[in-house]
């Protein structure tokens, strides 16, 4: 009997091999800080989708210069990054799996140097860029926060257009899934919460106008986007801000049948990101995991579940029970690549290795 981790996933056309995500994780190793993958993205996930996992999902990737979160990250605003990432998606699909990209924007999260470096915020002579937001009220950094630019109703359609685009060249590449990246404090995000939201137009106020900017994103990346292959969205399903006025699991519930109406096929559910005074909750094993159930309960929208999920047996049952239907595997995939070849063996599953890694194979 094939465990249910193990089985097929059939959204629109597109058959996932199997319910295991590799989590978009950020790289931050553009060379030349032109937002061109190197061999270093080739490897990494090639790598995943040599591991055995069914869908392999690029990390956030910026739509537009401005939107992304530090110079050395992955864009996709040219046919030249287009042309860069191909050789990878005919790399994870020669191995069975499906390649993903995740579209992004980091709004007023921009302009930063990488996390080892500290994720502090960079000054036009340094390399940095002006950020952008729902209002002016720049990202709390410690001591003296960077300038915020508030989008126009204008500069919002760019936004718009600018994933569009975006999804255009993303399909010049060869992905196969866009995932349109609405979590952790980046622009997308921005609008959706009262906690950064105070605008007083069609973008702001009630829970419509906040949630305008992601339906419109989603719509018009399924304009371009083949009607055969499924368009993602990754939610933070709450701020962990219960102190003040914010986006709650209730909210994401309220919202997830709103983005199929515009055109969204599954509902990746992570948490928080949205302000440093946020609480986050004890990471044990599978901490996020009830905010996707949540969705997957009340609504009849598809998600992915993350969040500290290490154990075969464990993200089996997420799937077998009905609480997820991928599970997405982040910090546990960077251990081990190989972590769904291993985990068909403890759930005693005989799947199929890469030819060339078949003396690896547990007896």
């Known amino acids: 009997m094939v465990p249910d981790l ?7 056309e597109t058959e996932i091999p199997n319910r295991l995500m590799v989590s978009p994780m950020c790289q931050y190793s553009v060379e030349d800080r032109d ?19 069914g869908l392999v999902m690029a990390e956030a990737t910026a739509v537009e210069p401005r939107g992304r979160i530090t110079p050395e990250d992955l864009g996709i605003w040219s046919d030249e990054h287009a042309a860069a990432l191909e050789r990878t998606t005919e790399f994870v699909r020669s191995q069975g799996a499906v390649p993903g990209i995740q579209l992004a924007h980091a709004g007023r999260k921009a302009s930063k140097t990488r996390p080892w470096a500290g994720s502090e915020p960079l000054a036009p002579d340094e390399g940095g860029w002006p950020v952008v937001g729902p209002t002016a009220d720049p990202w709390p950094y410690e001591g003296e926060p960077p300038a915020t630019e508030r989008l126009s109703t204008e500069d919002i359609a760019e936004v718009v257009d600018a994933f569009r685009t975006a999804a255009e060249h993303a399909l010049e590449a060869g992905f196969e899934v866009a995932e349109v990246h609405a979590a952790h404090g980046y622009l997308l995000h921005e609008f959706l919460s009262p906690a950064t939201n105070h605008r007083d137009d069609e973008y702001g106020g009630s829970f419509e106008n906040r949630t305008r900017l992601v339906r419109e994103v989603v719509a018009a990346v399924r304009e371009v986007w083949p009607d055969g292959q499924p368009v993602f969205v990754r939610i933070s399903a709450t701020d962990w801000l219960p ?10 519930v309220r919202l997830a049948p709103l983005l199929a109406q515009a055109g969204a096929d599954l509902i990746d559910v992570s948490g928080g990101g949205i302000h440093p005074d946020q609480r986050l909750p ?15 309960e009340e609504t009849d929208v598809p998600v992915a579940a993350v969040g500290g999920v290490t154990e075969p047996t464990h993200a089996d049952a997420l799937v077998r029970n009905g609480r997820a239907d991928l599970v997405a595997l982040g910090r546990e995939l960077l251990r081990h690549p190989y972590w769904p ?12 290795w890469p030819v060339q890694y078949r003396r690896g194979r547990f007896d």
């Open 341 to 352: 070849l291993e985990a068909a063996h403890e759930l005693d599953a005989d799947v199929e």
């Open 35 to 53: 937002g061109v993958a190197t061999e270093w993205h080739h490897v990494h996930l090639g790598s995943r989708a040599v591991g055995g996992a």
């Open 6 to 12: 193990l089985t097929p996933l059939s959204l629109r």
């Open 282 to 296: 004890d990471a044990g094993p599978g901490y996020q995991v009830p905010y996707a159930g949540a969705i997957r």
């Open 243 to 252: 102190d003040r006025d914010s986006w709650d699991v209730d909210d994401s």
